[in-house]
């Protein structure tokens, strides 16, 4: 069973910037895609980027596009979202997922998900 565990979340001003970390224990990710989702307060969990197994395609929601970089290093067995510029809108709980495959420009087949690290983007 795997297990996943995001870290580095926080609070940050609006133009900030923060990097989650996403640690799996209990298996390896290296055959997995793995993405990032959040969920504002009040609204539903939405995709947010997304990774291969290998690491070598990337897939972003529209918004965050050119301002959210996911990463992985499978040696470490992490997963990573490096997030810049950020904005109040940004404010969410994040959580890290592992999946079967990517399709439709998301994460599909979810098959572990962690608890989630909270972010808060101040104004």
């Known amino acids: 069973q795997v297990q996943l565990v995001e870290s580095g979340g926080g609070l940050v001003q609006a133009g900030g910037s923060l990097r989650l970390s996403c640690a799996a224990s209990g298996g390896t990710l290296s055959s997995y895609a793995m993405g990032w989702f959040r969920q504002a307060p009040g609204k539903e969990r939405e995709f947010v980027a997304a990774?291969?197994?290998?690491?070598?395609?990337?897939y972003y929601k529209g918004s965050v596009k050119g301002l959210f970089t996911i990463s992985r290093d499978n040696a470490k067995n992490t997963v990573y979202l490096e997030m810049n510029r950020l904005k109040p809108e940004d404010t969410a709980v994040y959580f890290c997922?592992?999946?079967?495959?990517?399709?439709?420009?998301?994460?599909?087949?979810?098959?572990?998900w962690g608890k989630g690290t909270p972010v808060t983007v101040s104004s």
């Open positions: 990774i291969t197994w290998s690491g070598g395609i990337t």
């Open positions: 997922a592992a999946g079967l495959a990517i399709h439709g420009g998301t994460l599909a087949g979810i098959t572990y």
